[in-house]
């Protein structure tokens, strides 16, 4: 089956300041790739995806990049605030199960 | 439009009871997912339902079921609680079965003692 490896564990930025969160997956069967946002007390937030034929989606001052050929997916956050400070999830769909593979979480802090 | 929602939000039981808990999805949607969230397992799928039947089954044992209502709503029950099912029950919801799009609602809370 697929396994989603997500790095790092935690990370700690200044305000302002630019966050990358790093994602790699097994199976190349894999085509959708969505990134969501988990603030305490709250369900997982959609808040971007990237499909297999797009190389880089972006969103105001979030962005997606996906590499087919490694098997690697990150999500780049510009201009941090400390609003954006959560977990963050990636995950991996493929297109026979629909059924996502998730990473283990990225908790961003983002100190004012 | 209104999300989806999950209720109780949170709960506190015994090992040995059983426990049933709720999903609305959002109006519209017709798919319906259940994912276990553990510190120590992370998000792993449970089940997914539409159209009243489960259409994809995780790798939980039979203690976890679930069923789909007419208007998409849906439950799920486990029996006979263990401490390791402690955990953040979330439902997703989807327009159709074979959507990638997923939308989380808040979950339920529980904790088995």
């Known amino acids: 089956g697929e396994n989603v490896e997500q790095h790092p564990s935690t990370l700690s930025v200044q305000e302002g300041d630019s966050a990358v969160i790093k994602c790699t997956y097994s199976?190349?069967?894999?085509?959708?790739f969505p990134w969501y946002k988990q603030e305490l007390g709250k369900g997982p937030q959609l808040i971007i995806d990237?499909?297999?034929?797009?190389g880089e989606k972006k969103d105001q001052r979030i962005a997606v990049t996906l590499n087919k050929t490694a098997k690697h997916f990150s999500l780049h956050i510009t201009e941090t605030q400390p609003e954006d400070s959560a977990v963050y999830f990636c995950?991996?769909?493929?297109?026979?199960?629909?059924?996502?593979?998730f990473g283990r979480g990225t908790s961003l802090i983002v100190h004012p | 439009k209104a999300g989806v929602t999950q209720t109780p939000r949170y709960l506190i039981k015994t090992r040995g009871q059983q426990v049933t808990l709720s999903c609305s999805p959002i109006?519209?949607?017709?798919?319906v997912s259940w994912y276990q969230q553990t510190p120590g397992q992370g998000l792993q799928f449970l089940f997914e339902?539409?159209?009243?039947?489960?259409?994809n089954k995780g790798n939980f044992p039979g203690r976890f079921s679930g069923r789909q209502f007419s208007n998409s709503r849906s439950e799920m029950n486990v029996s006979t609680l263990e401490l390791g099912d402690s955990a953040l029950y979330l439902c997703?919801?989807?327009?159709?079965?074979?959507?990638?799009?997923?939308?989380f609602g808040p979950g339920t809370r529980l904790t088995v003692t």
């Open positions: 997703a919801s989807s327009l159709a079965i074979q959507q990638y799009e997923q939308y």
């Open positions: 199976d190349s069967a894999s085509n959708y």
């Open positions: 990237i499909r297999s034929n797009v």
């Open positions: 995950a991996a769909t493929s297109g026979g199960s629909y059924i996502p593979t």
């Open positions: 109006s519209g949607h017709r798919s």
């Open positions: 339902y539409f159209s009243e039947t489960q259409r």
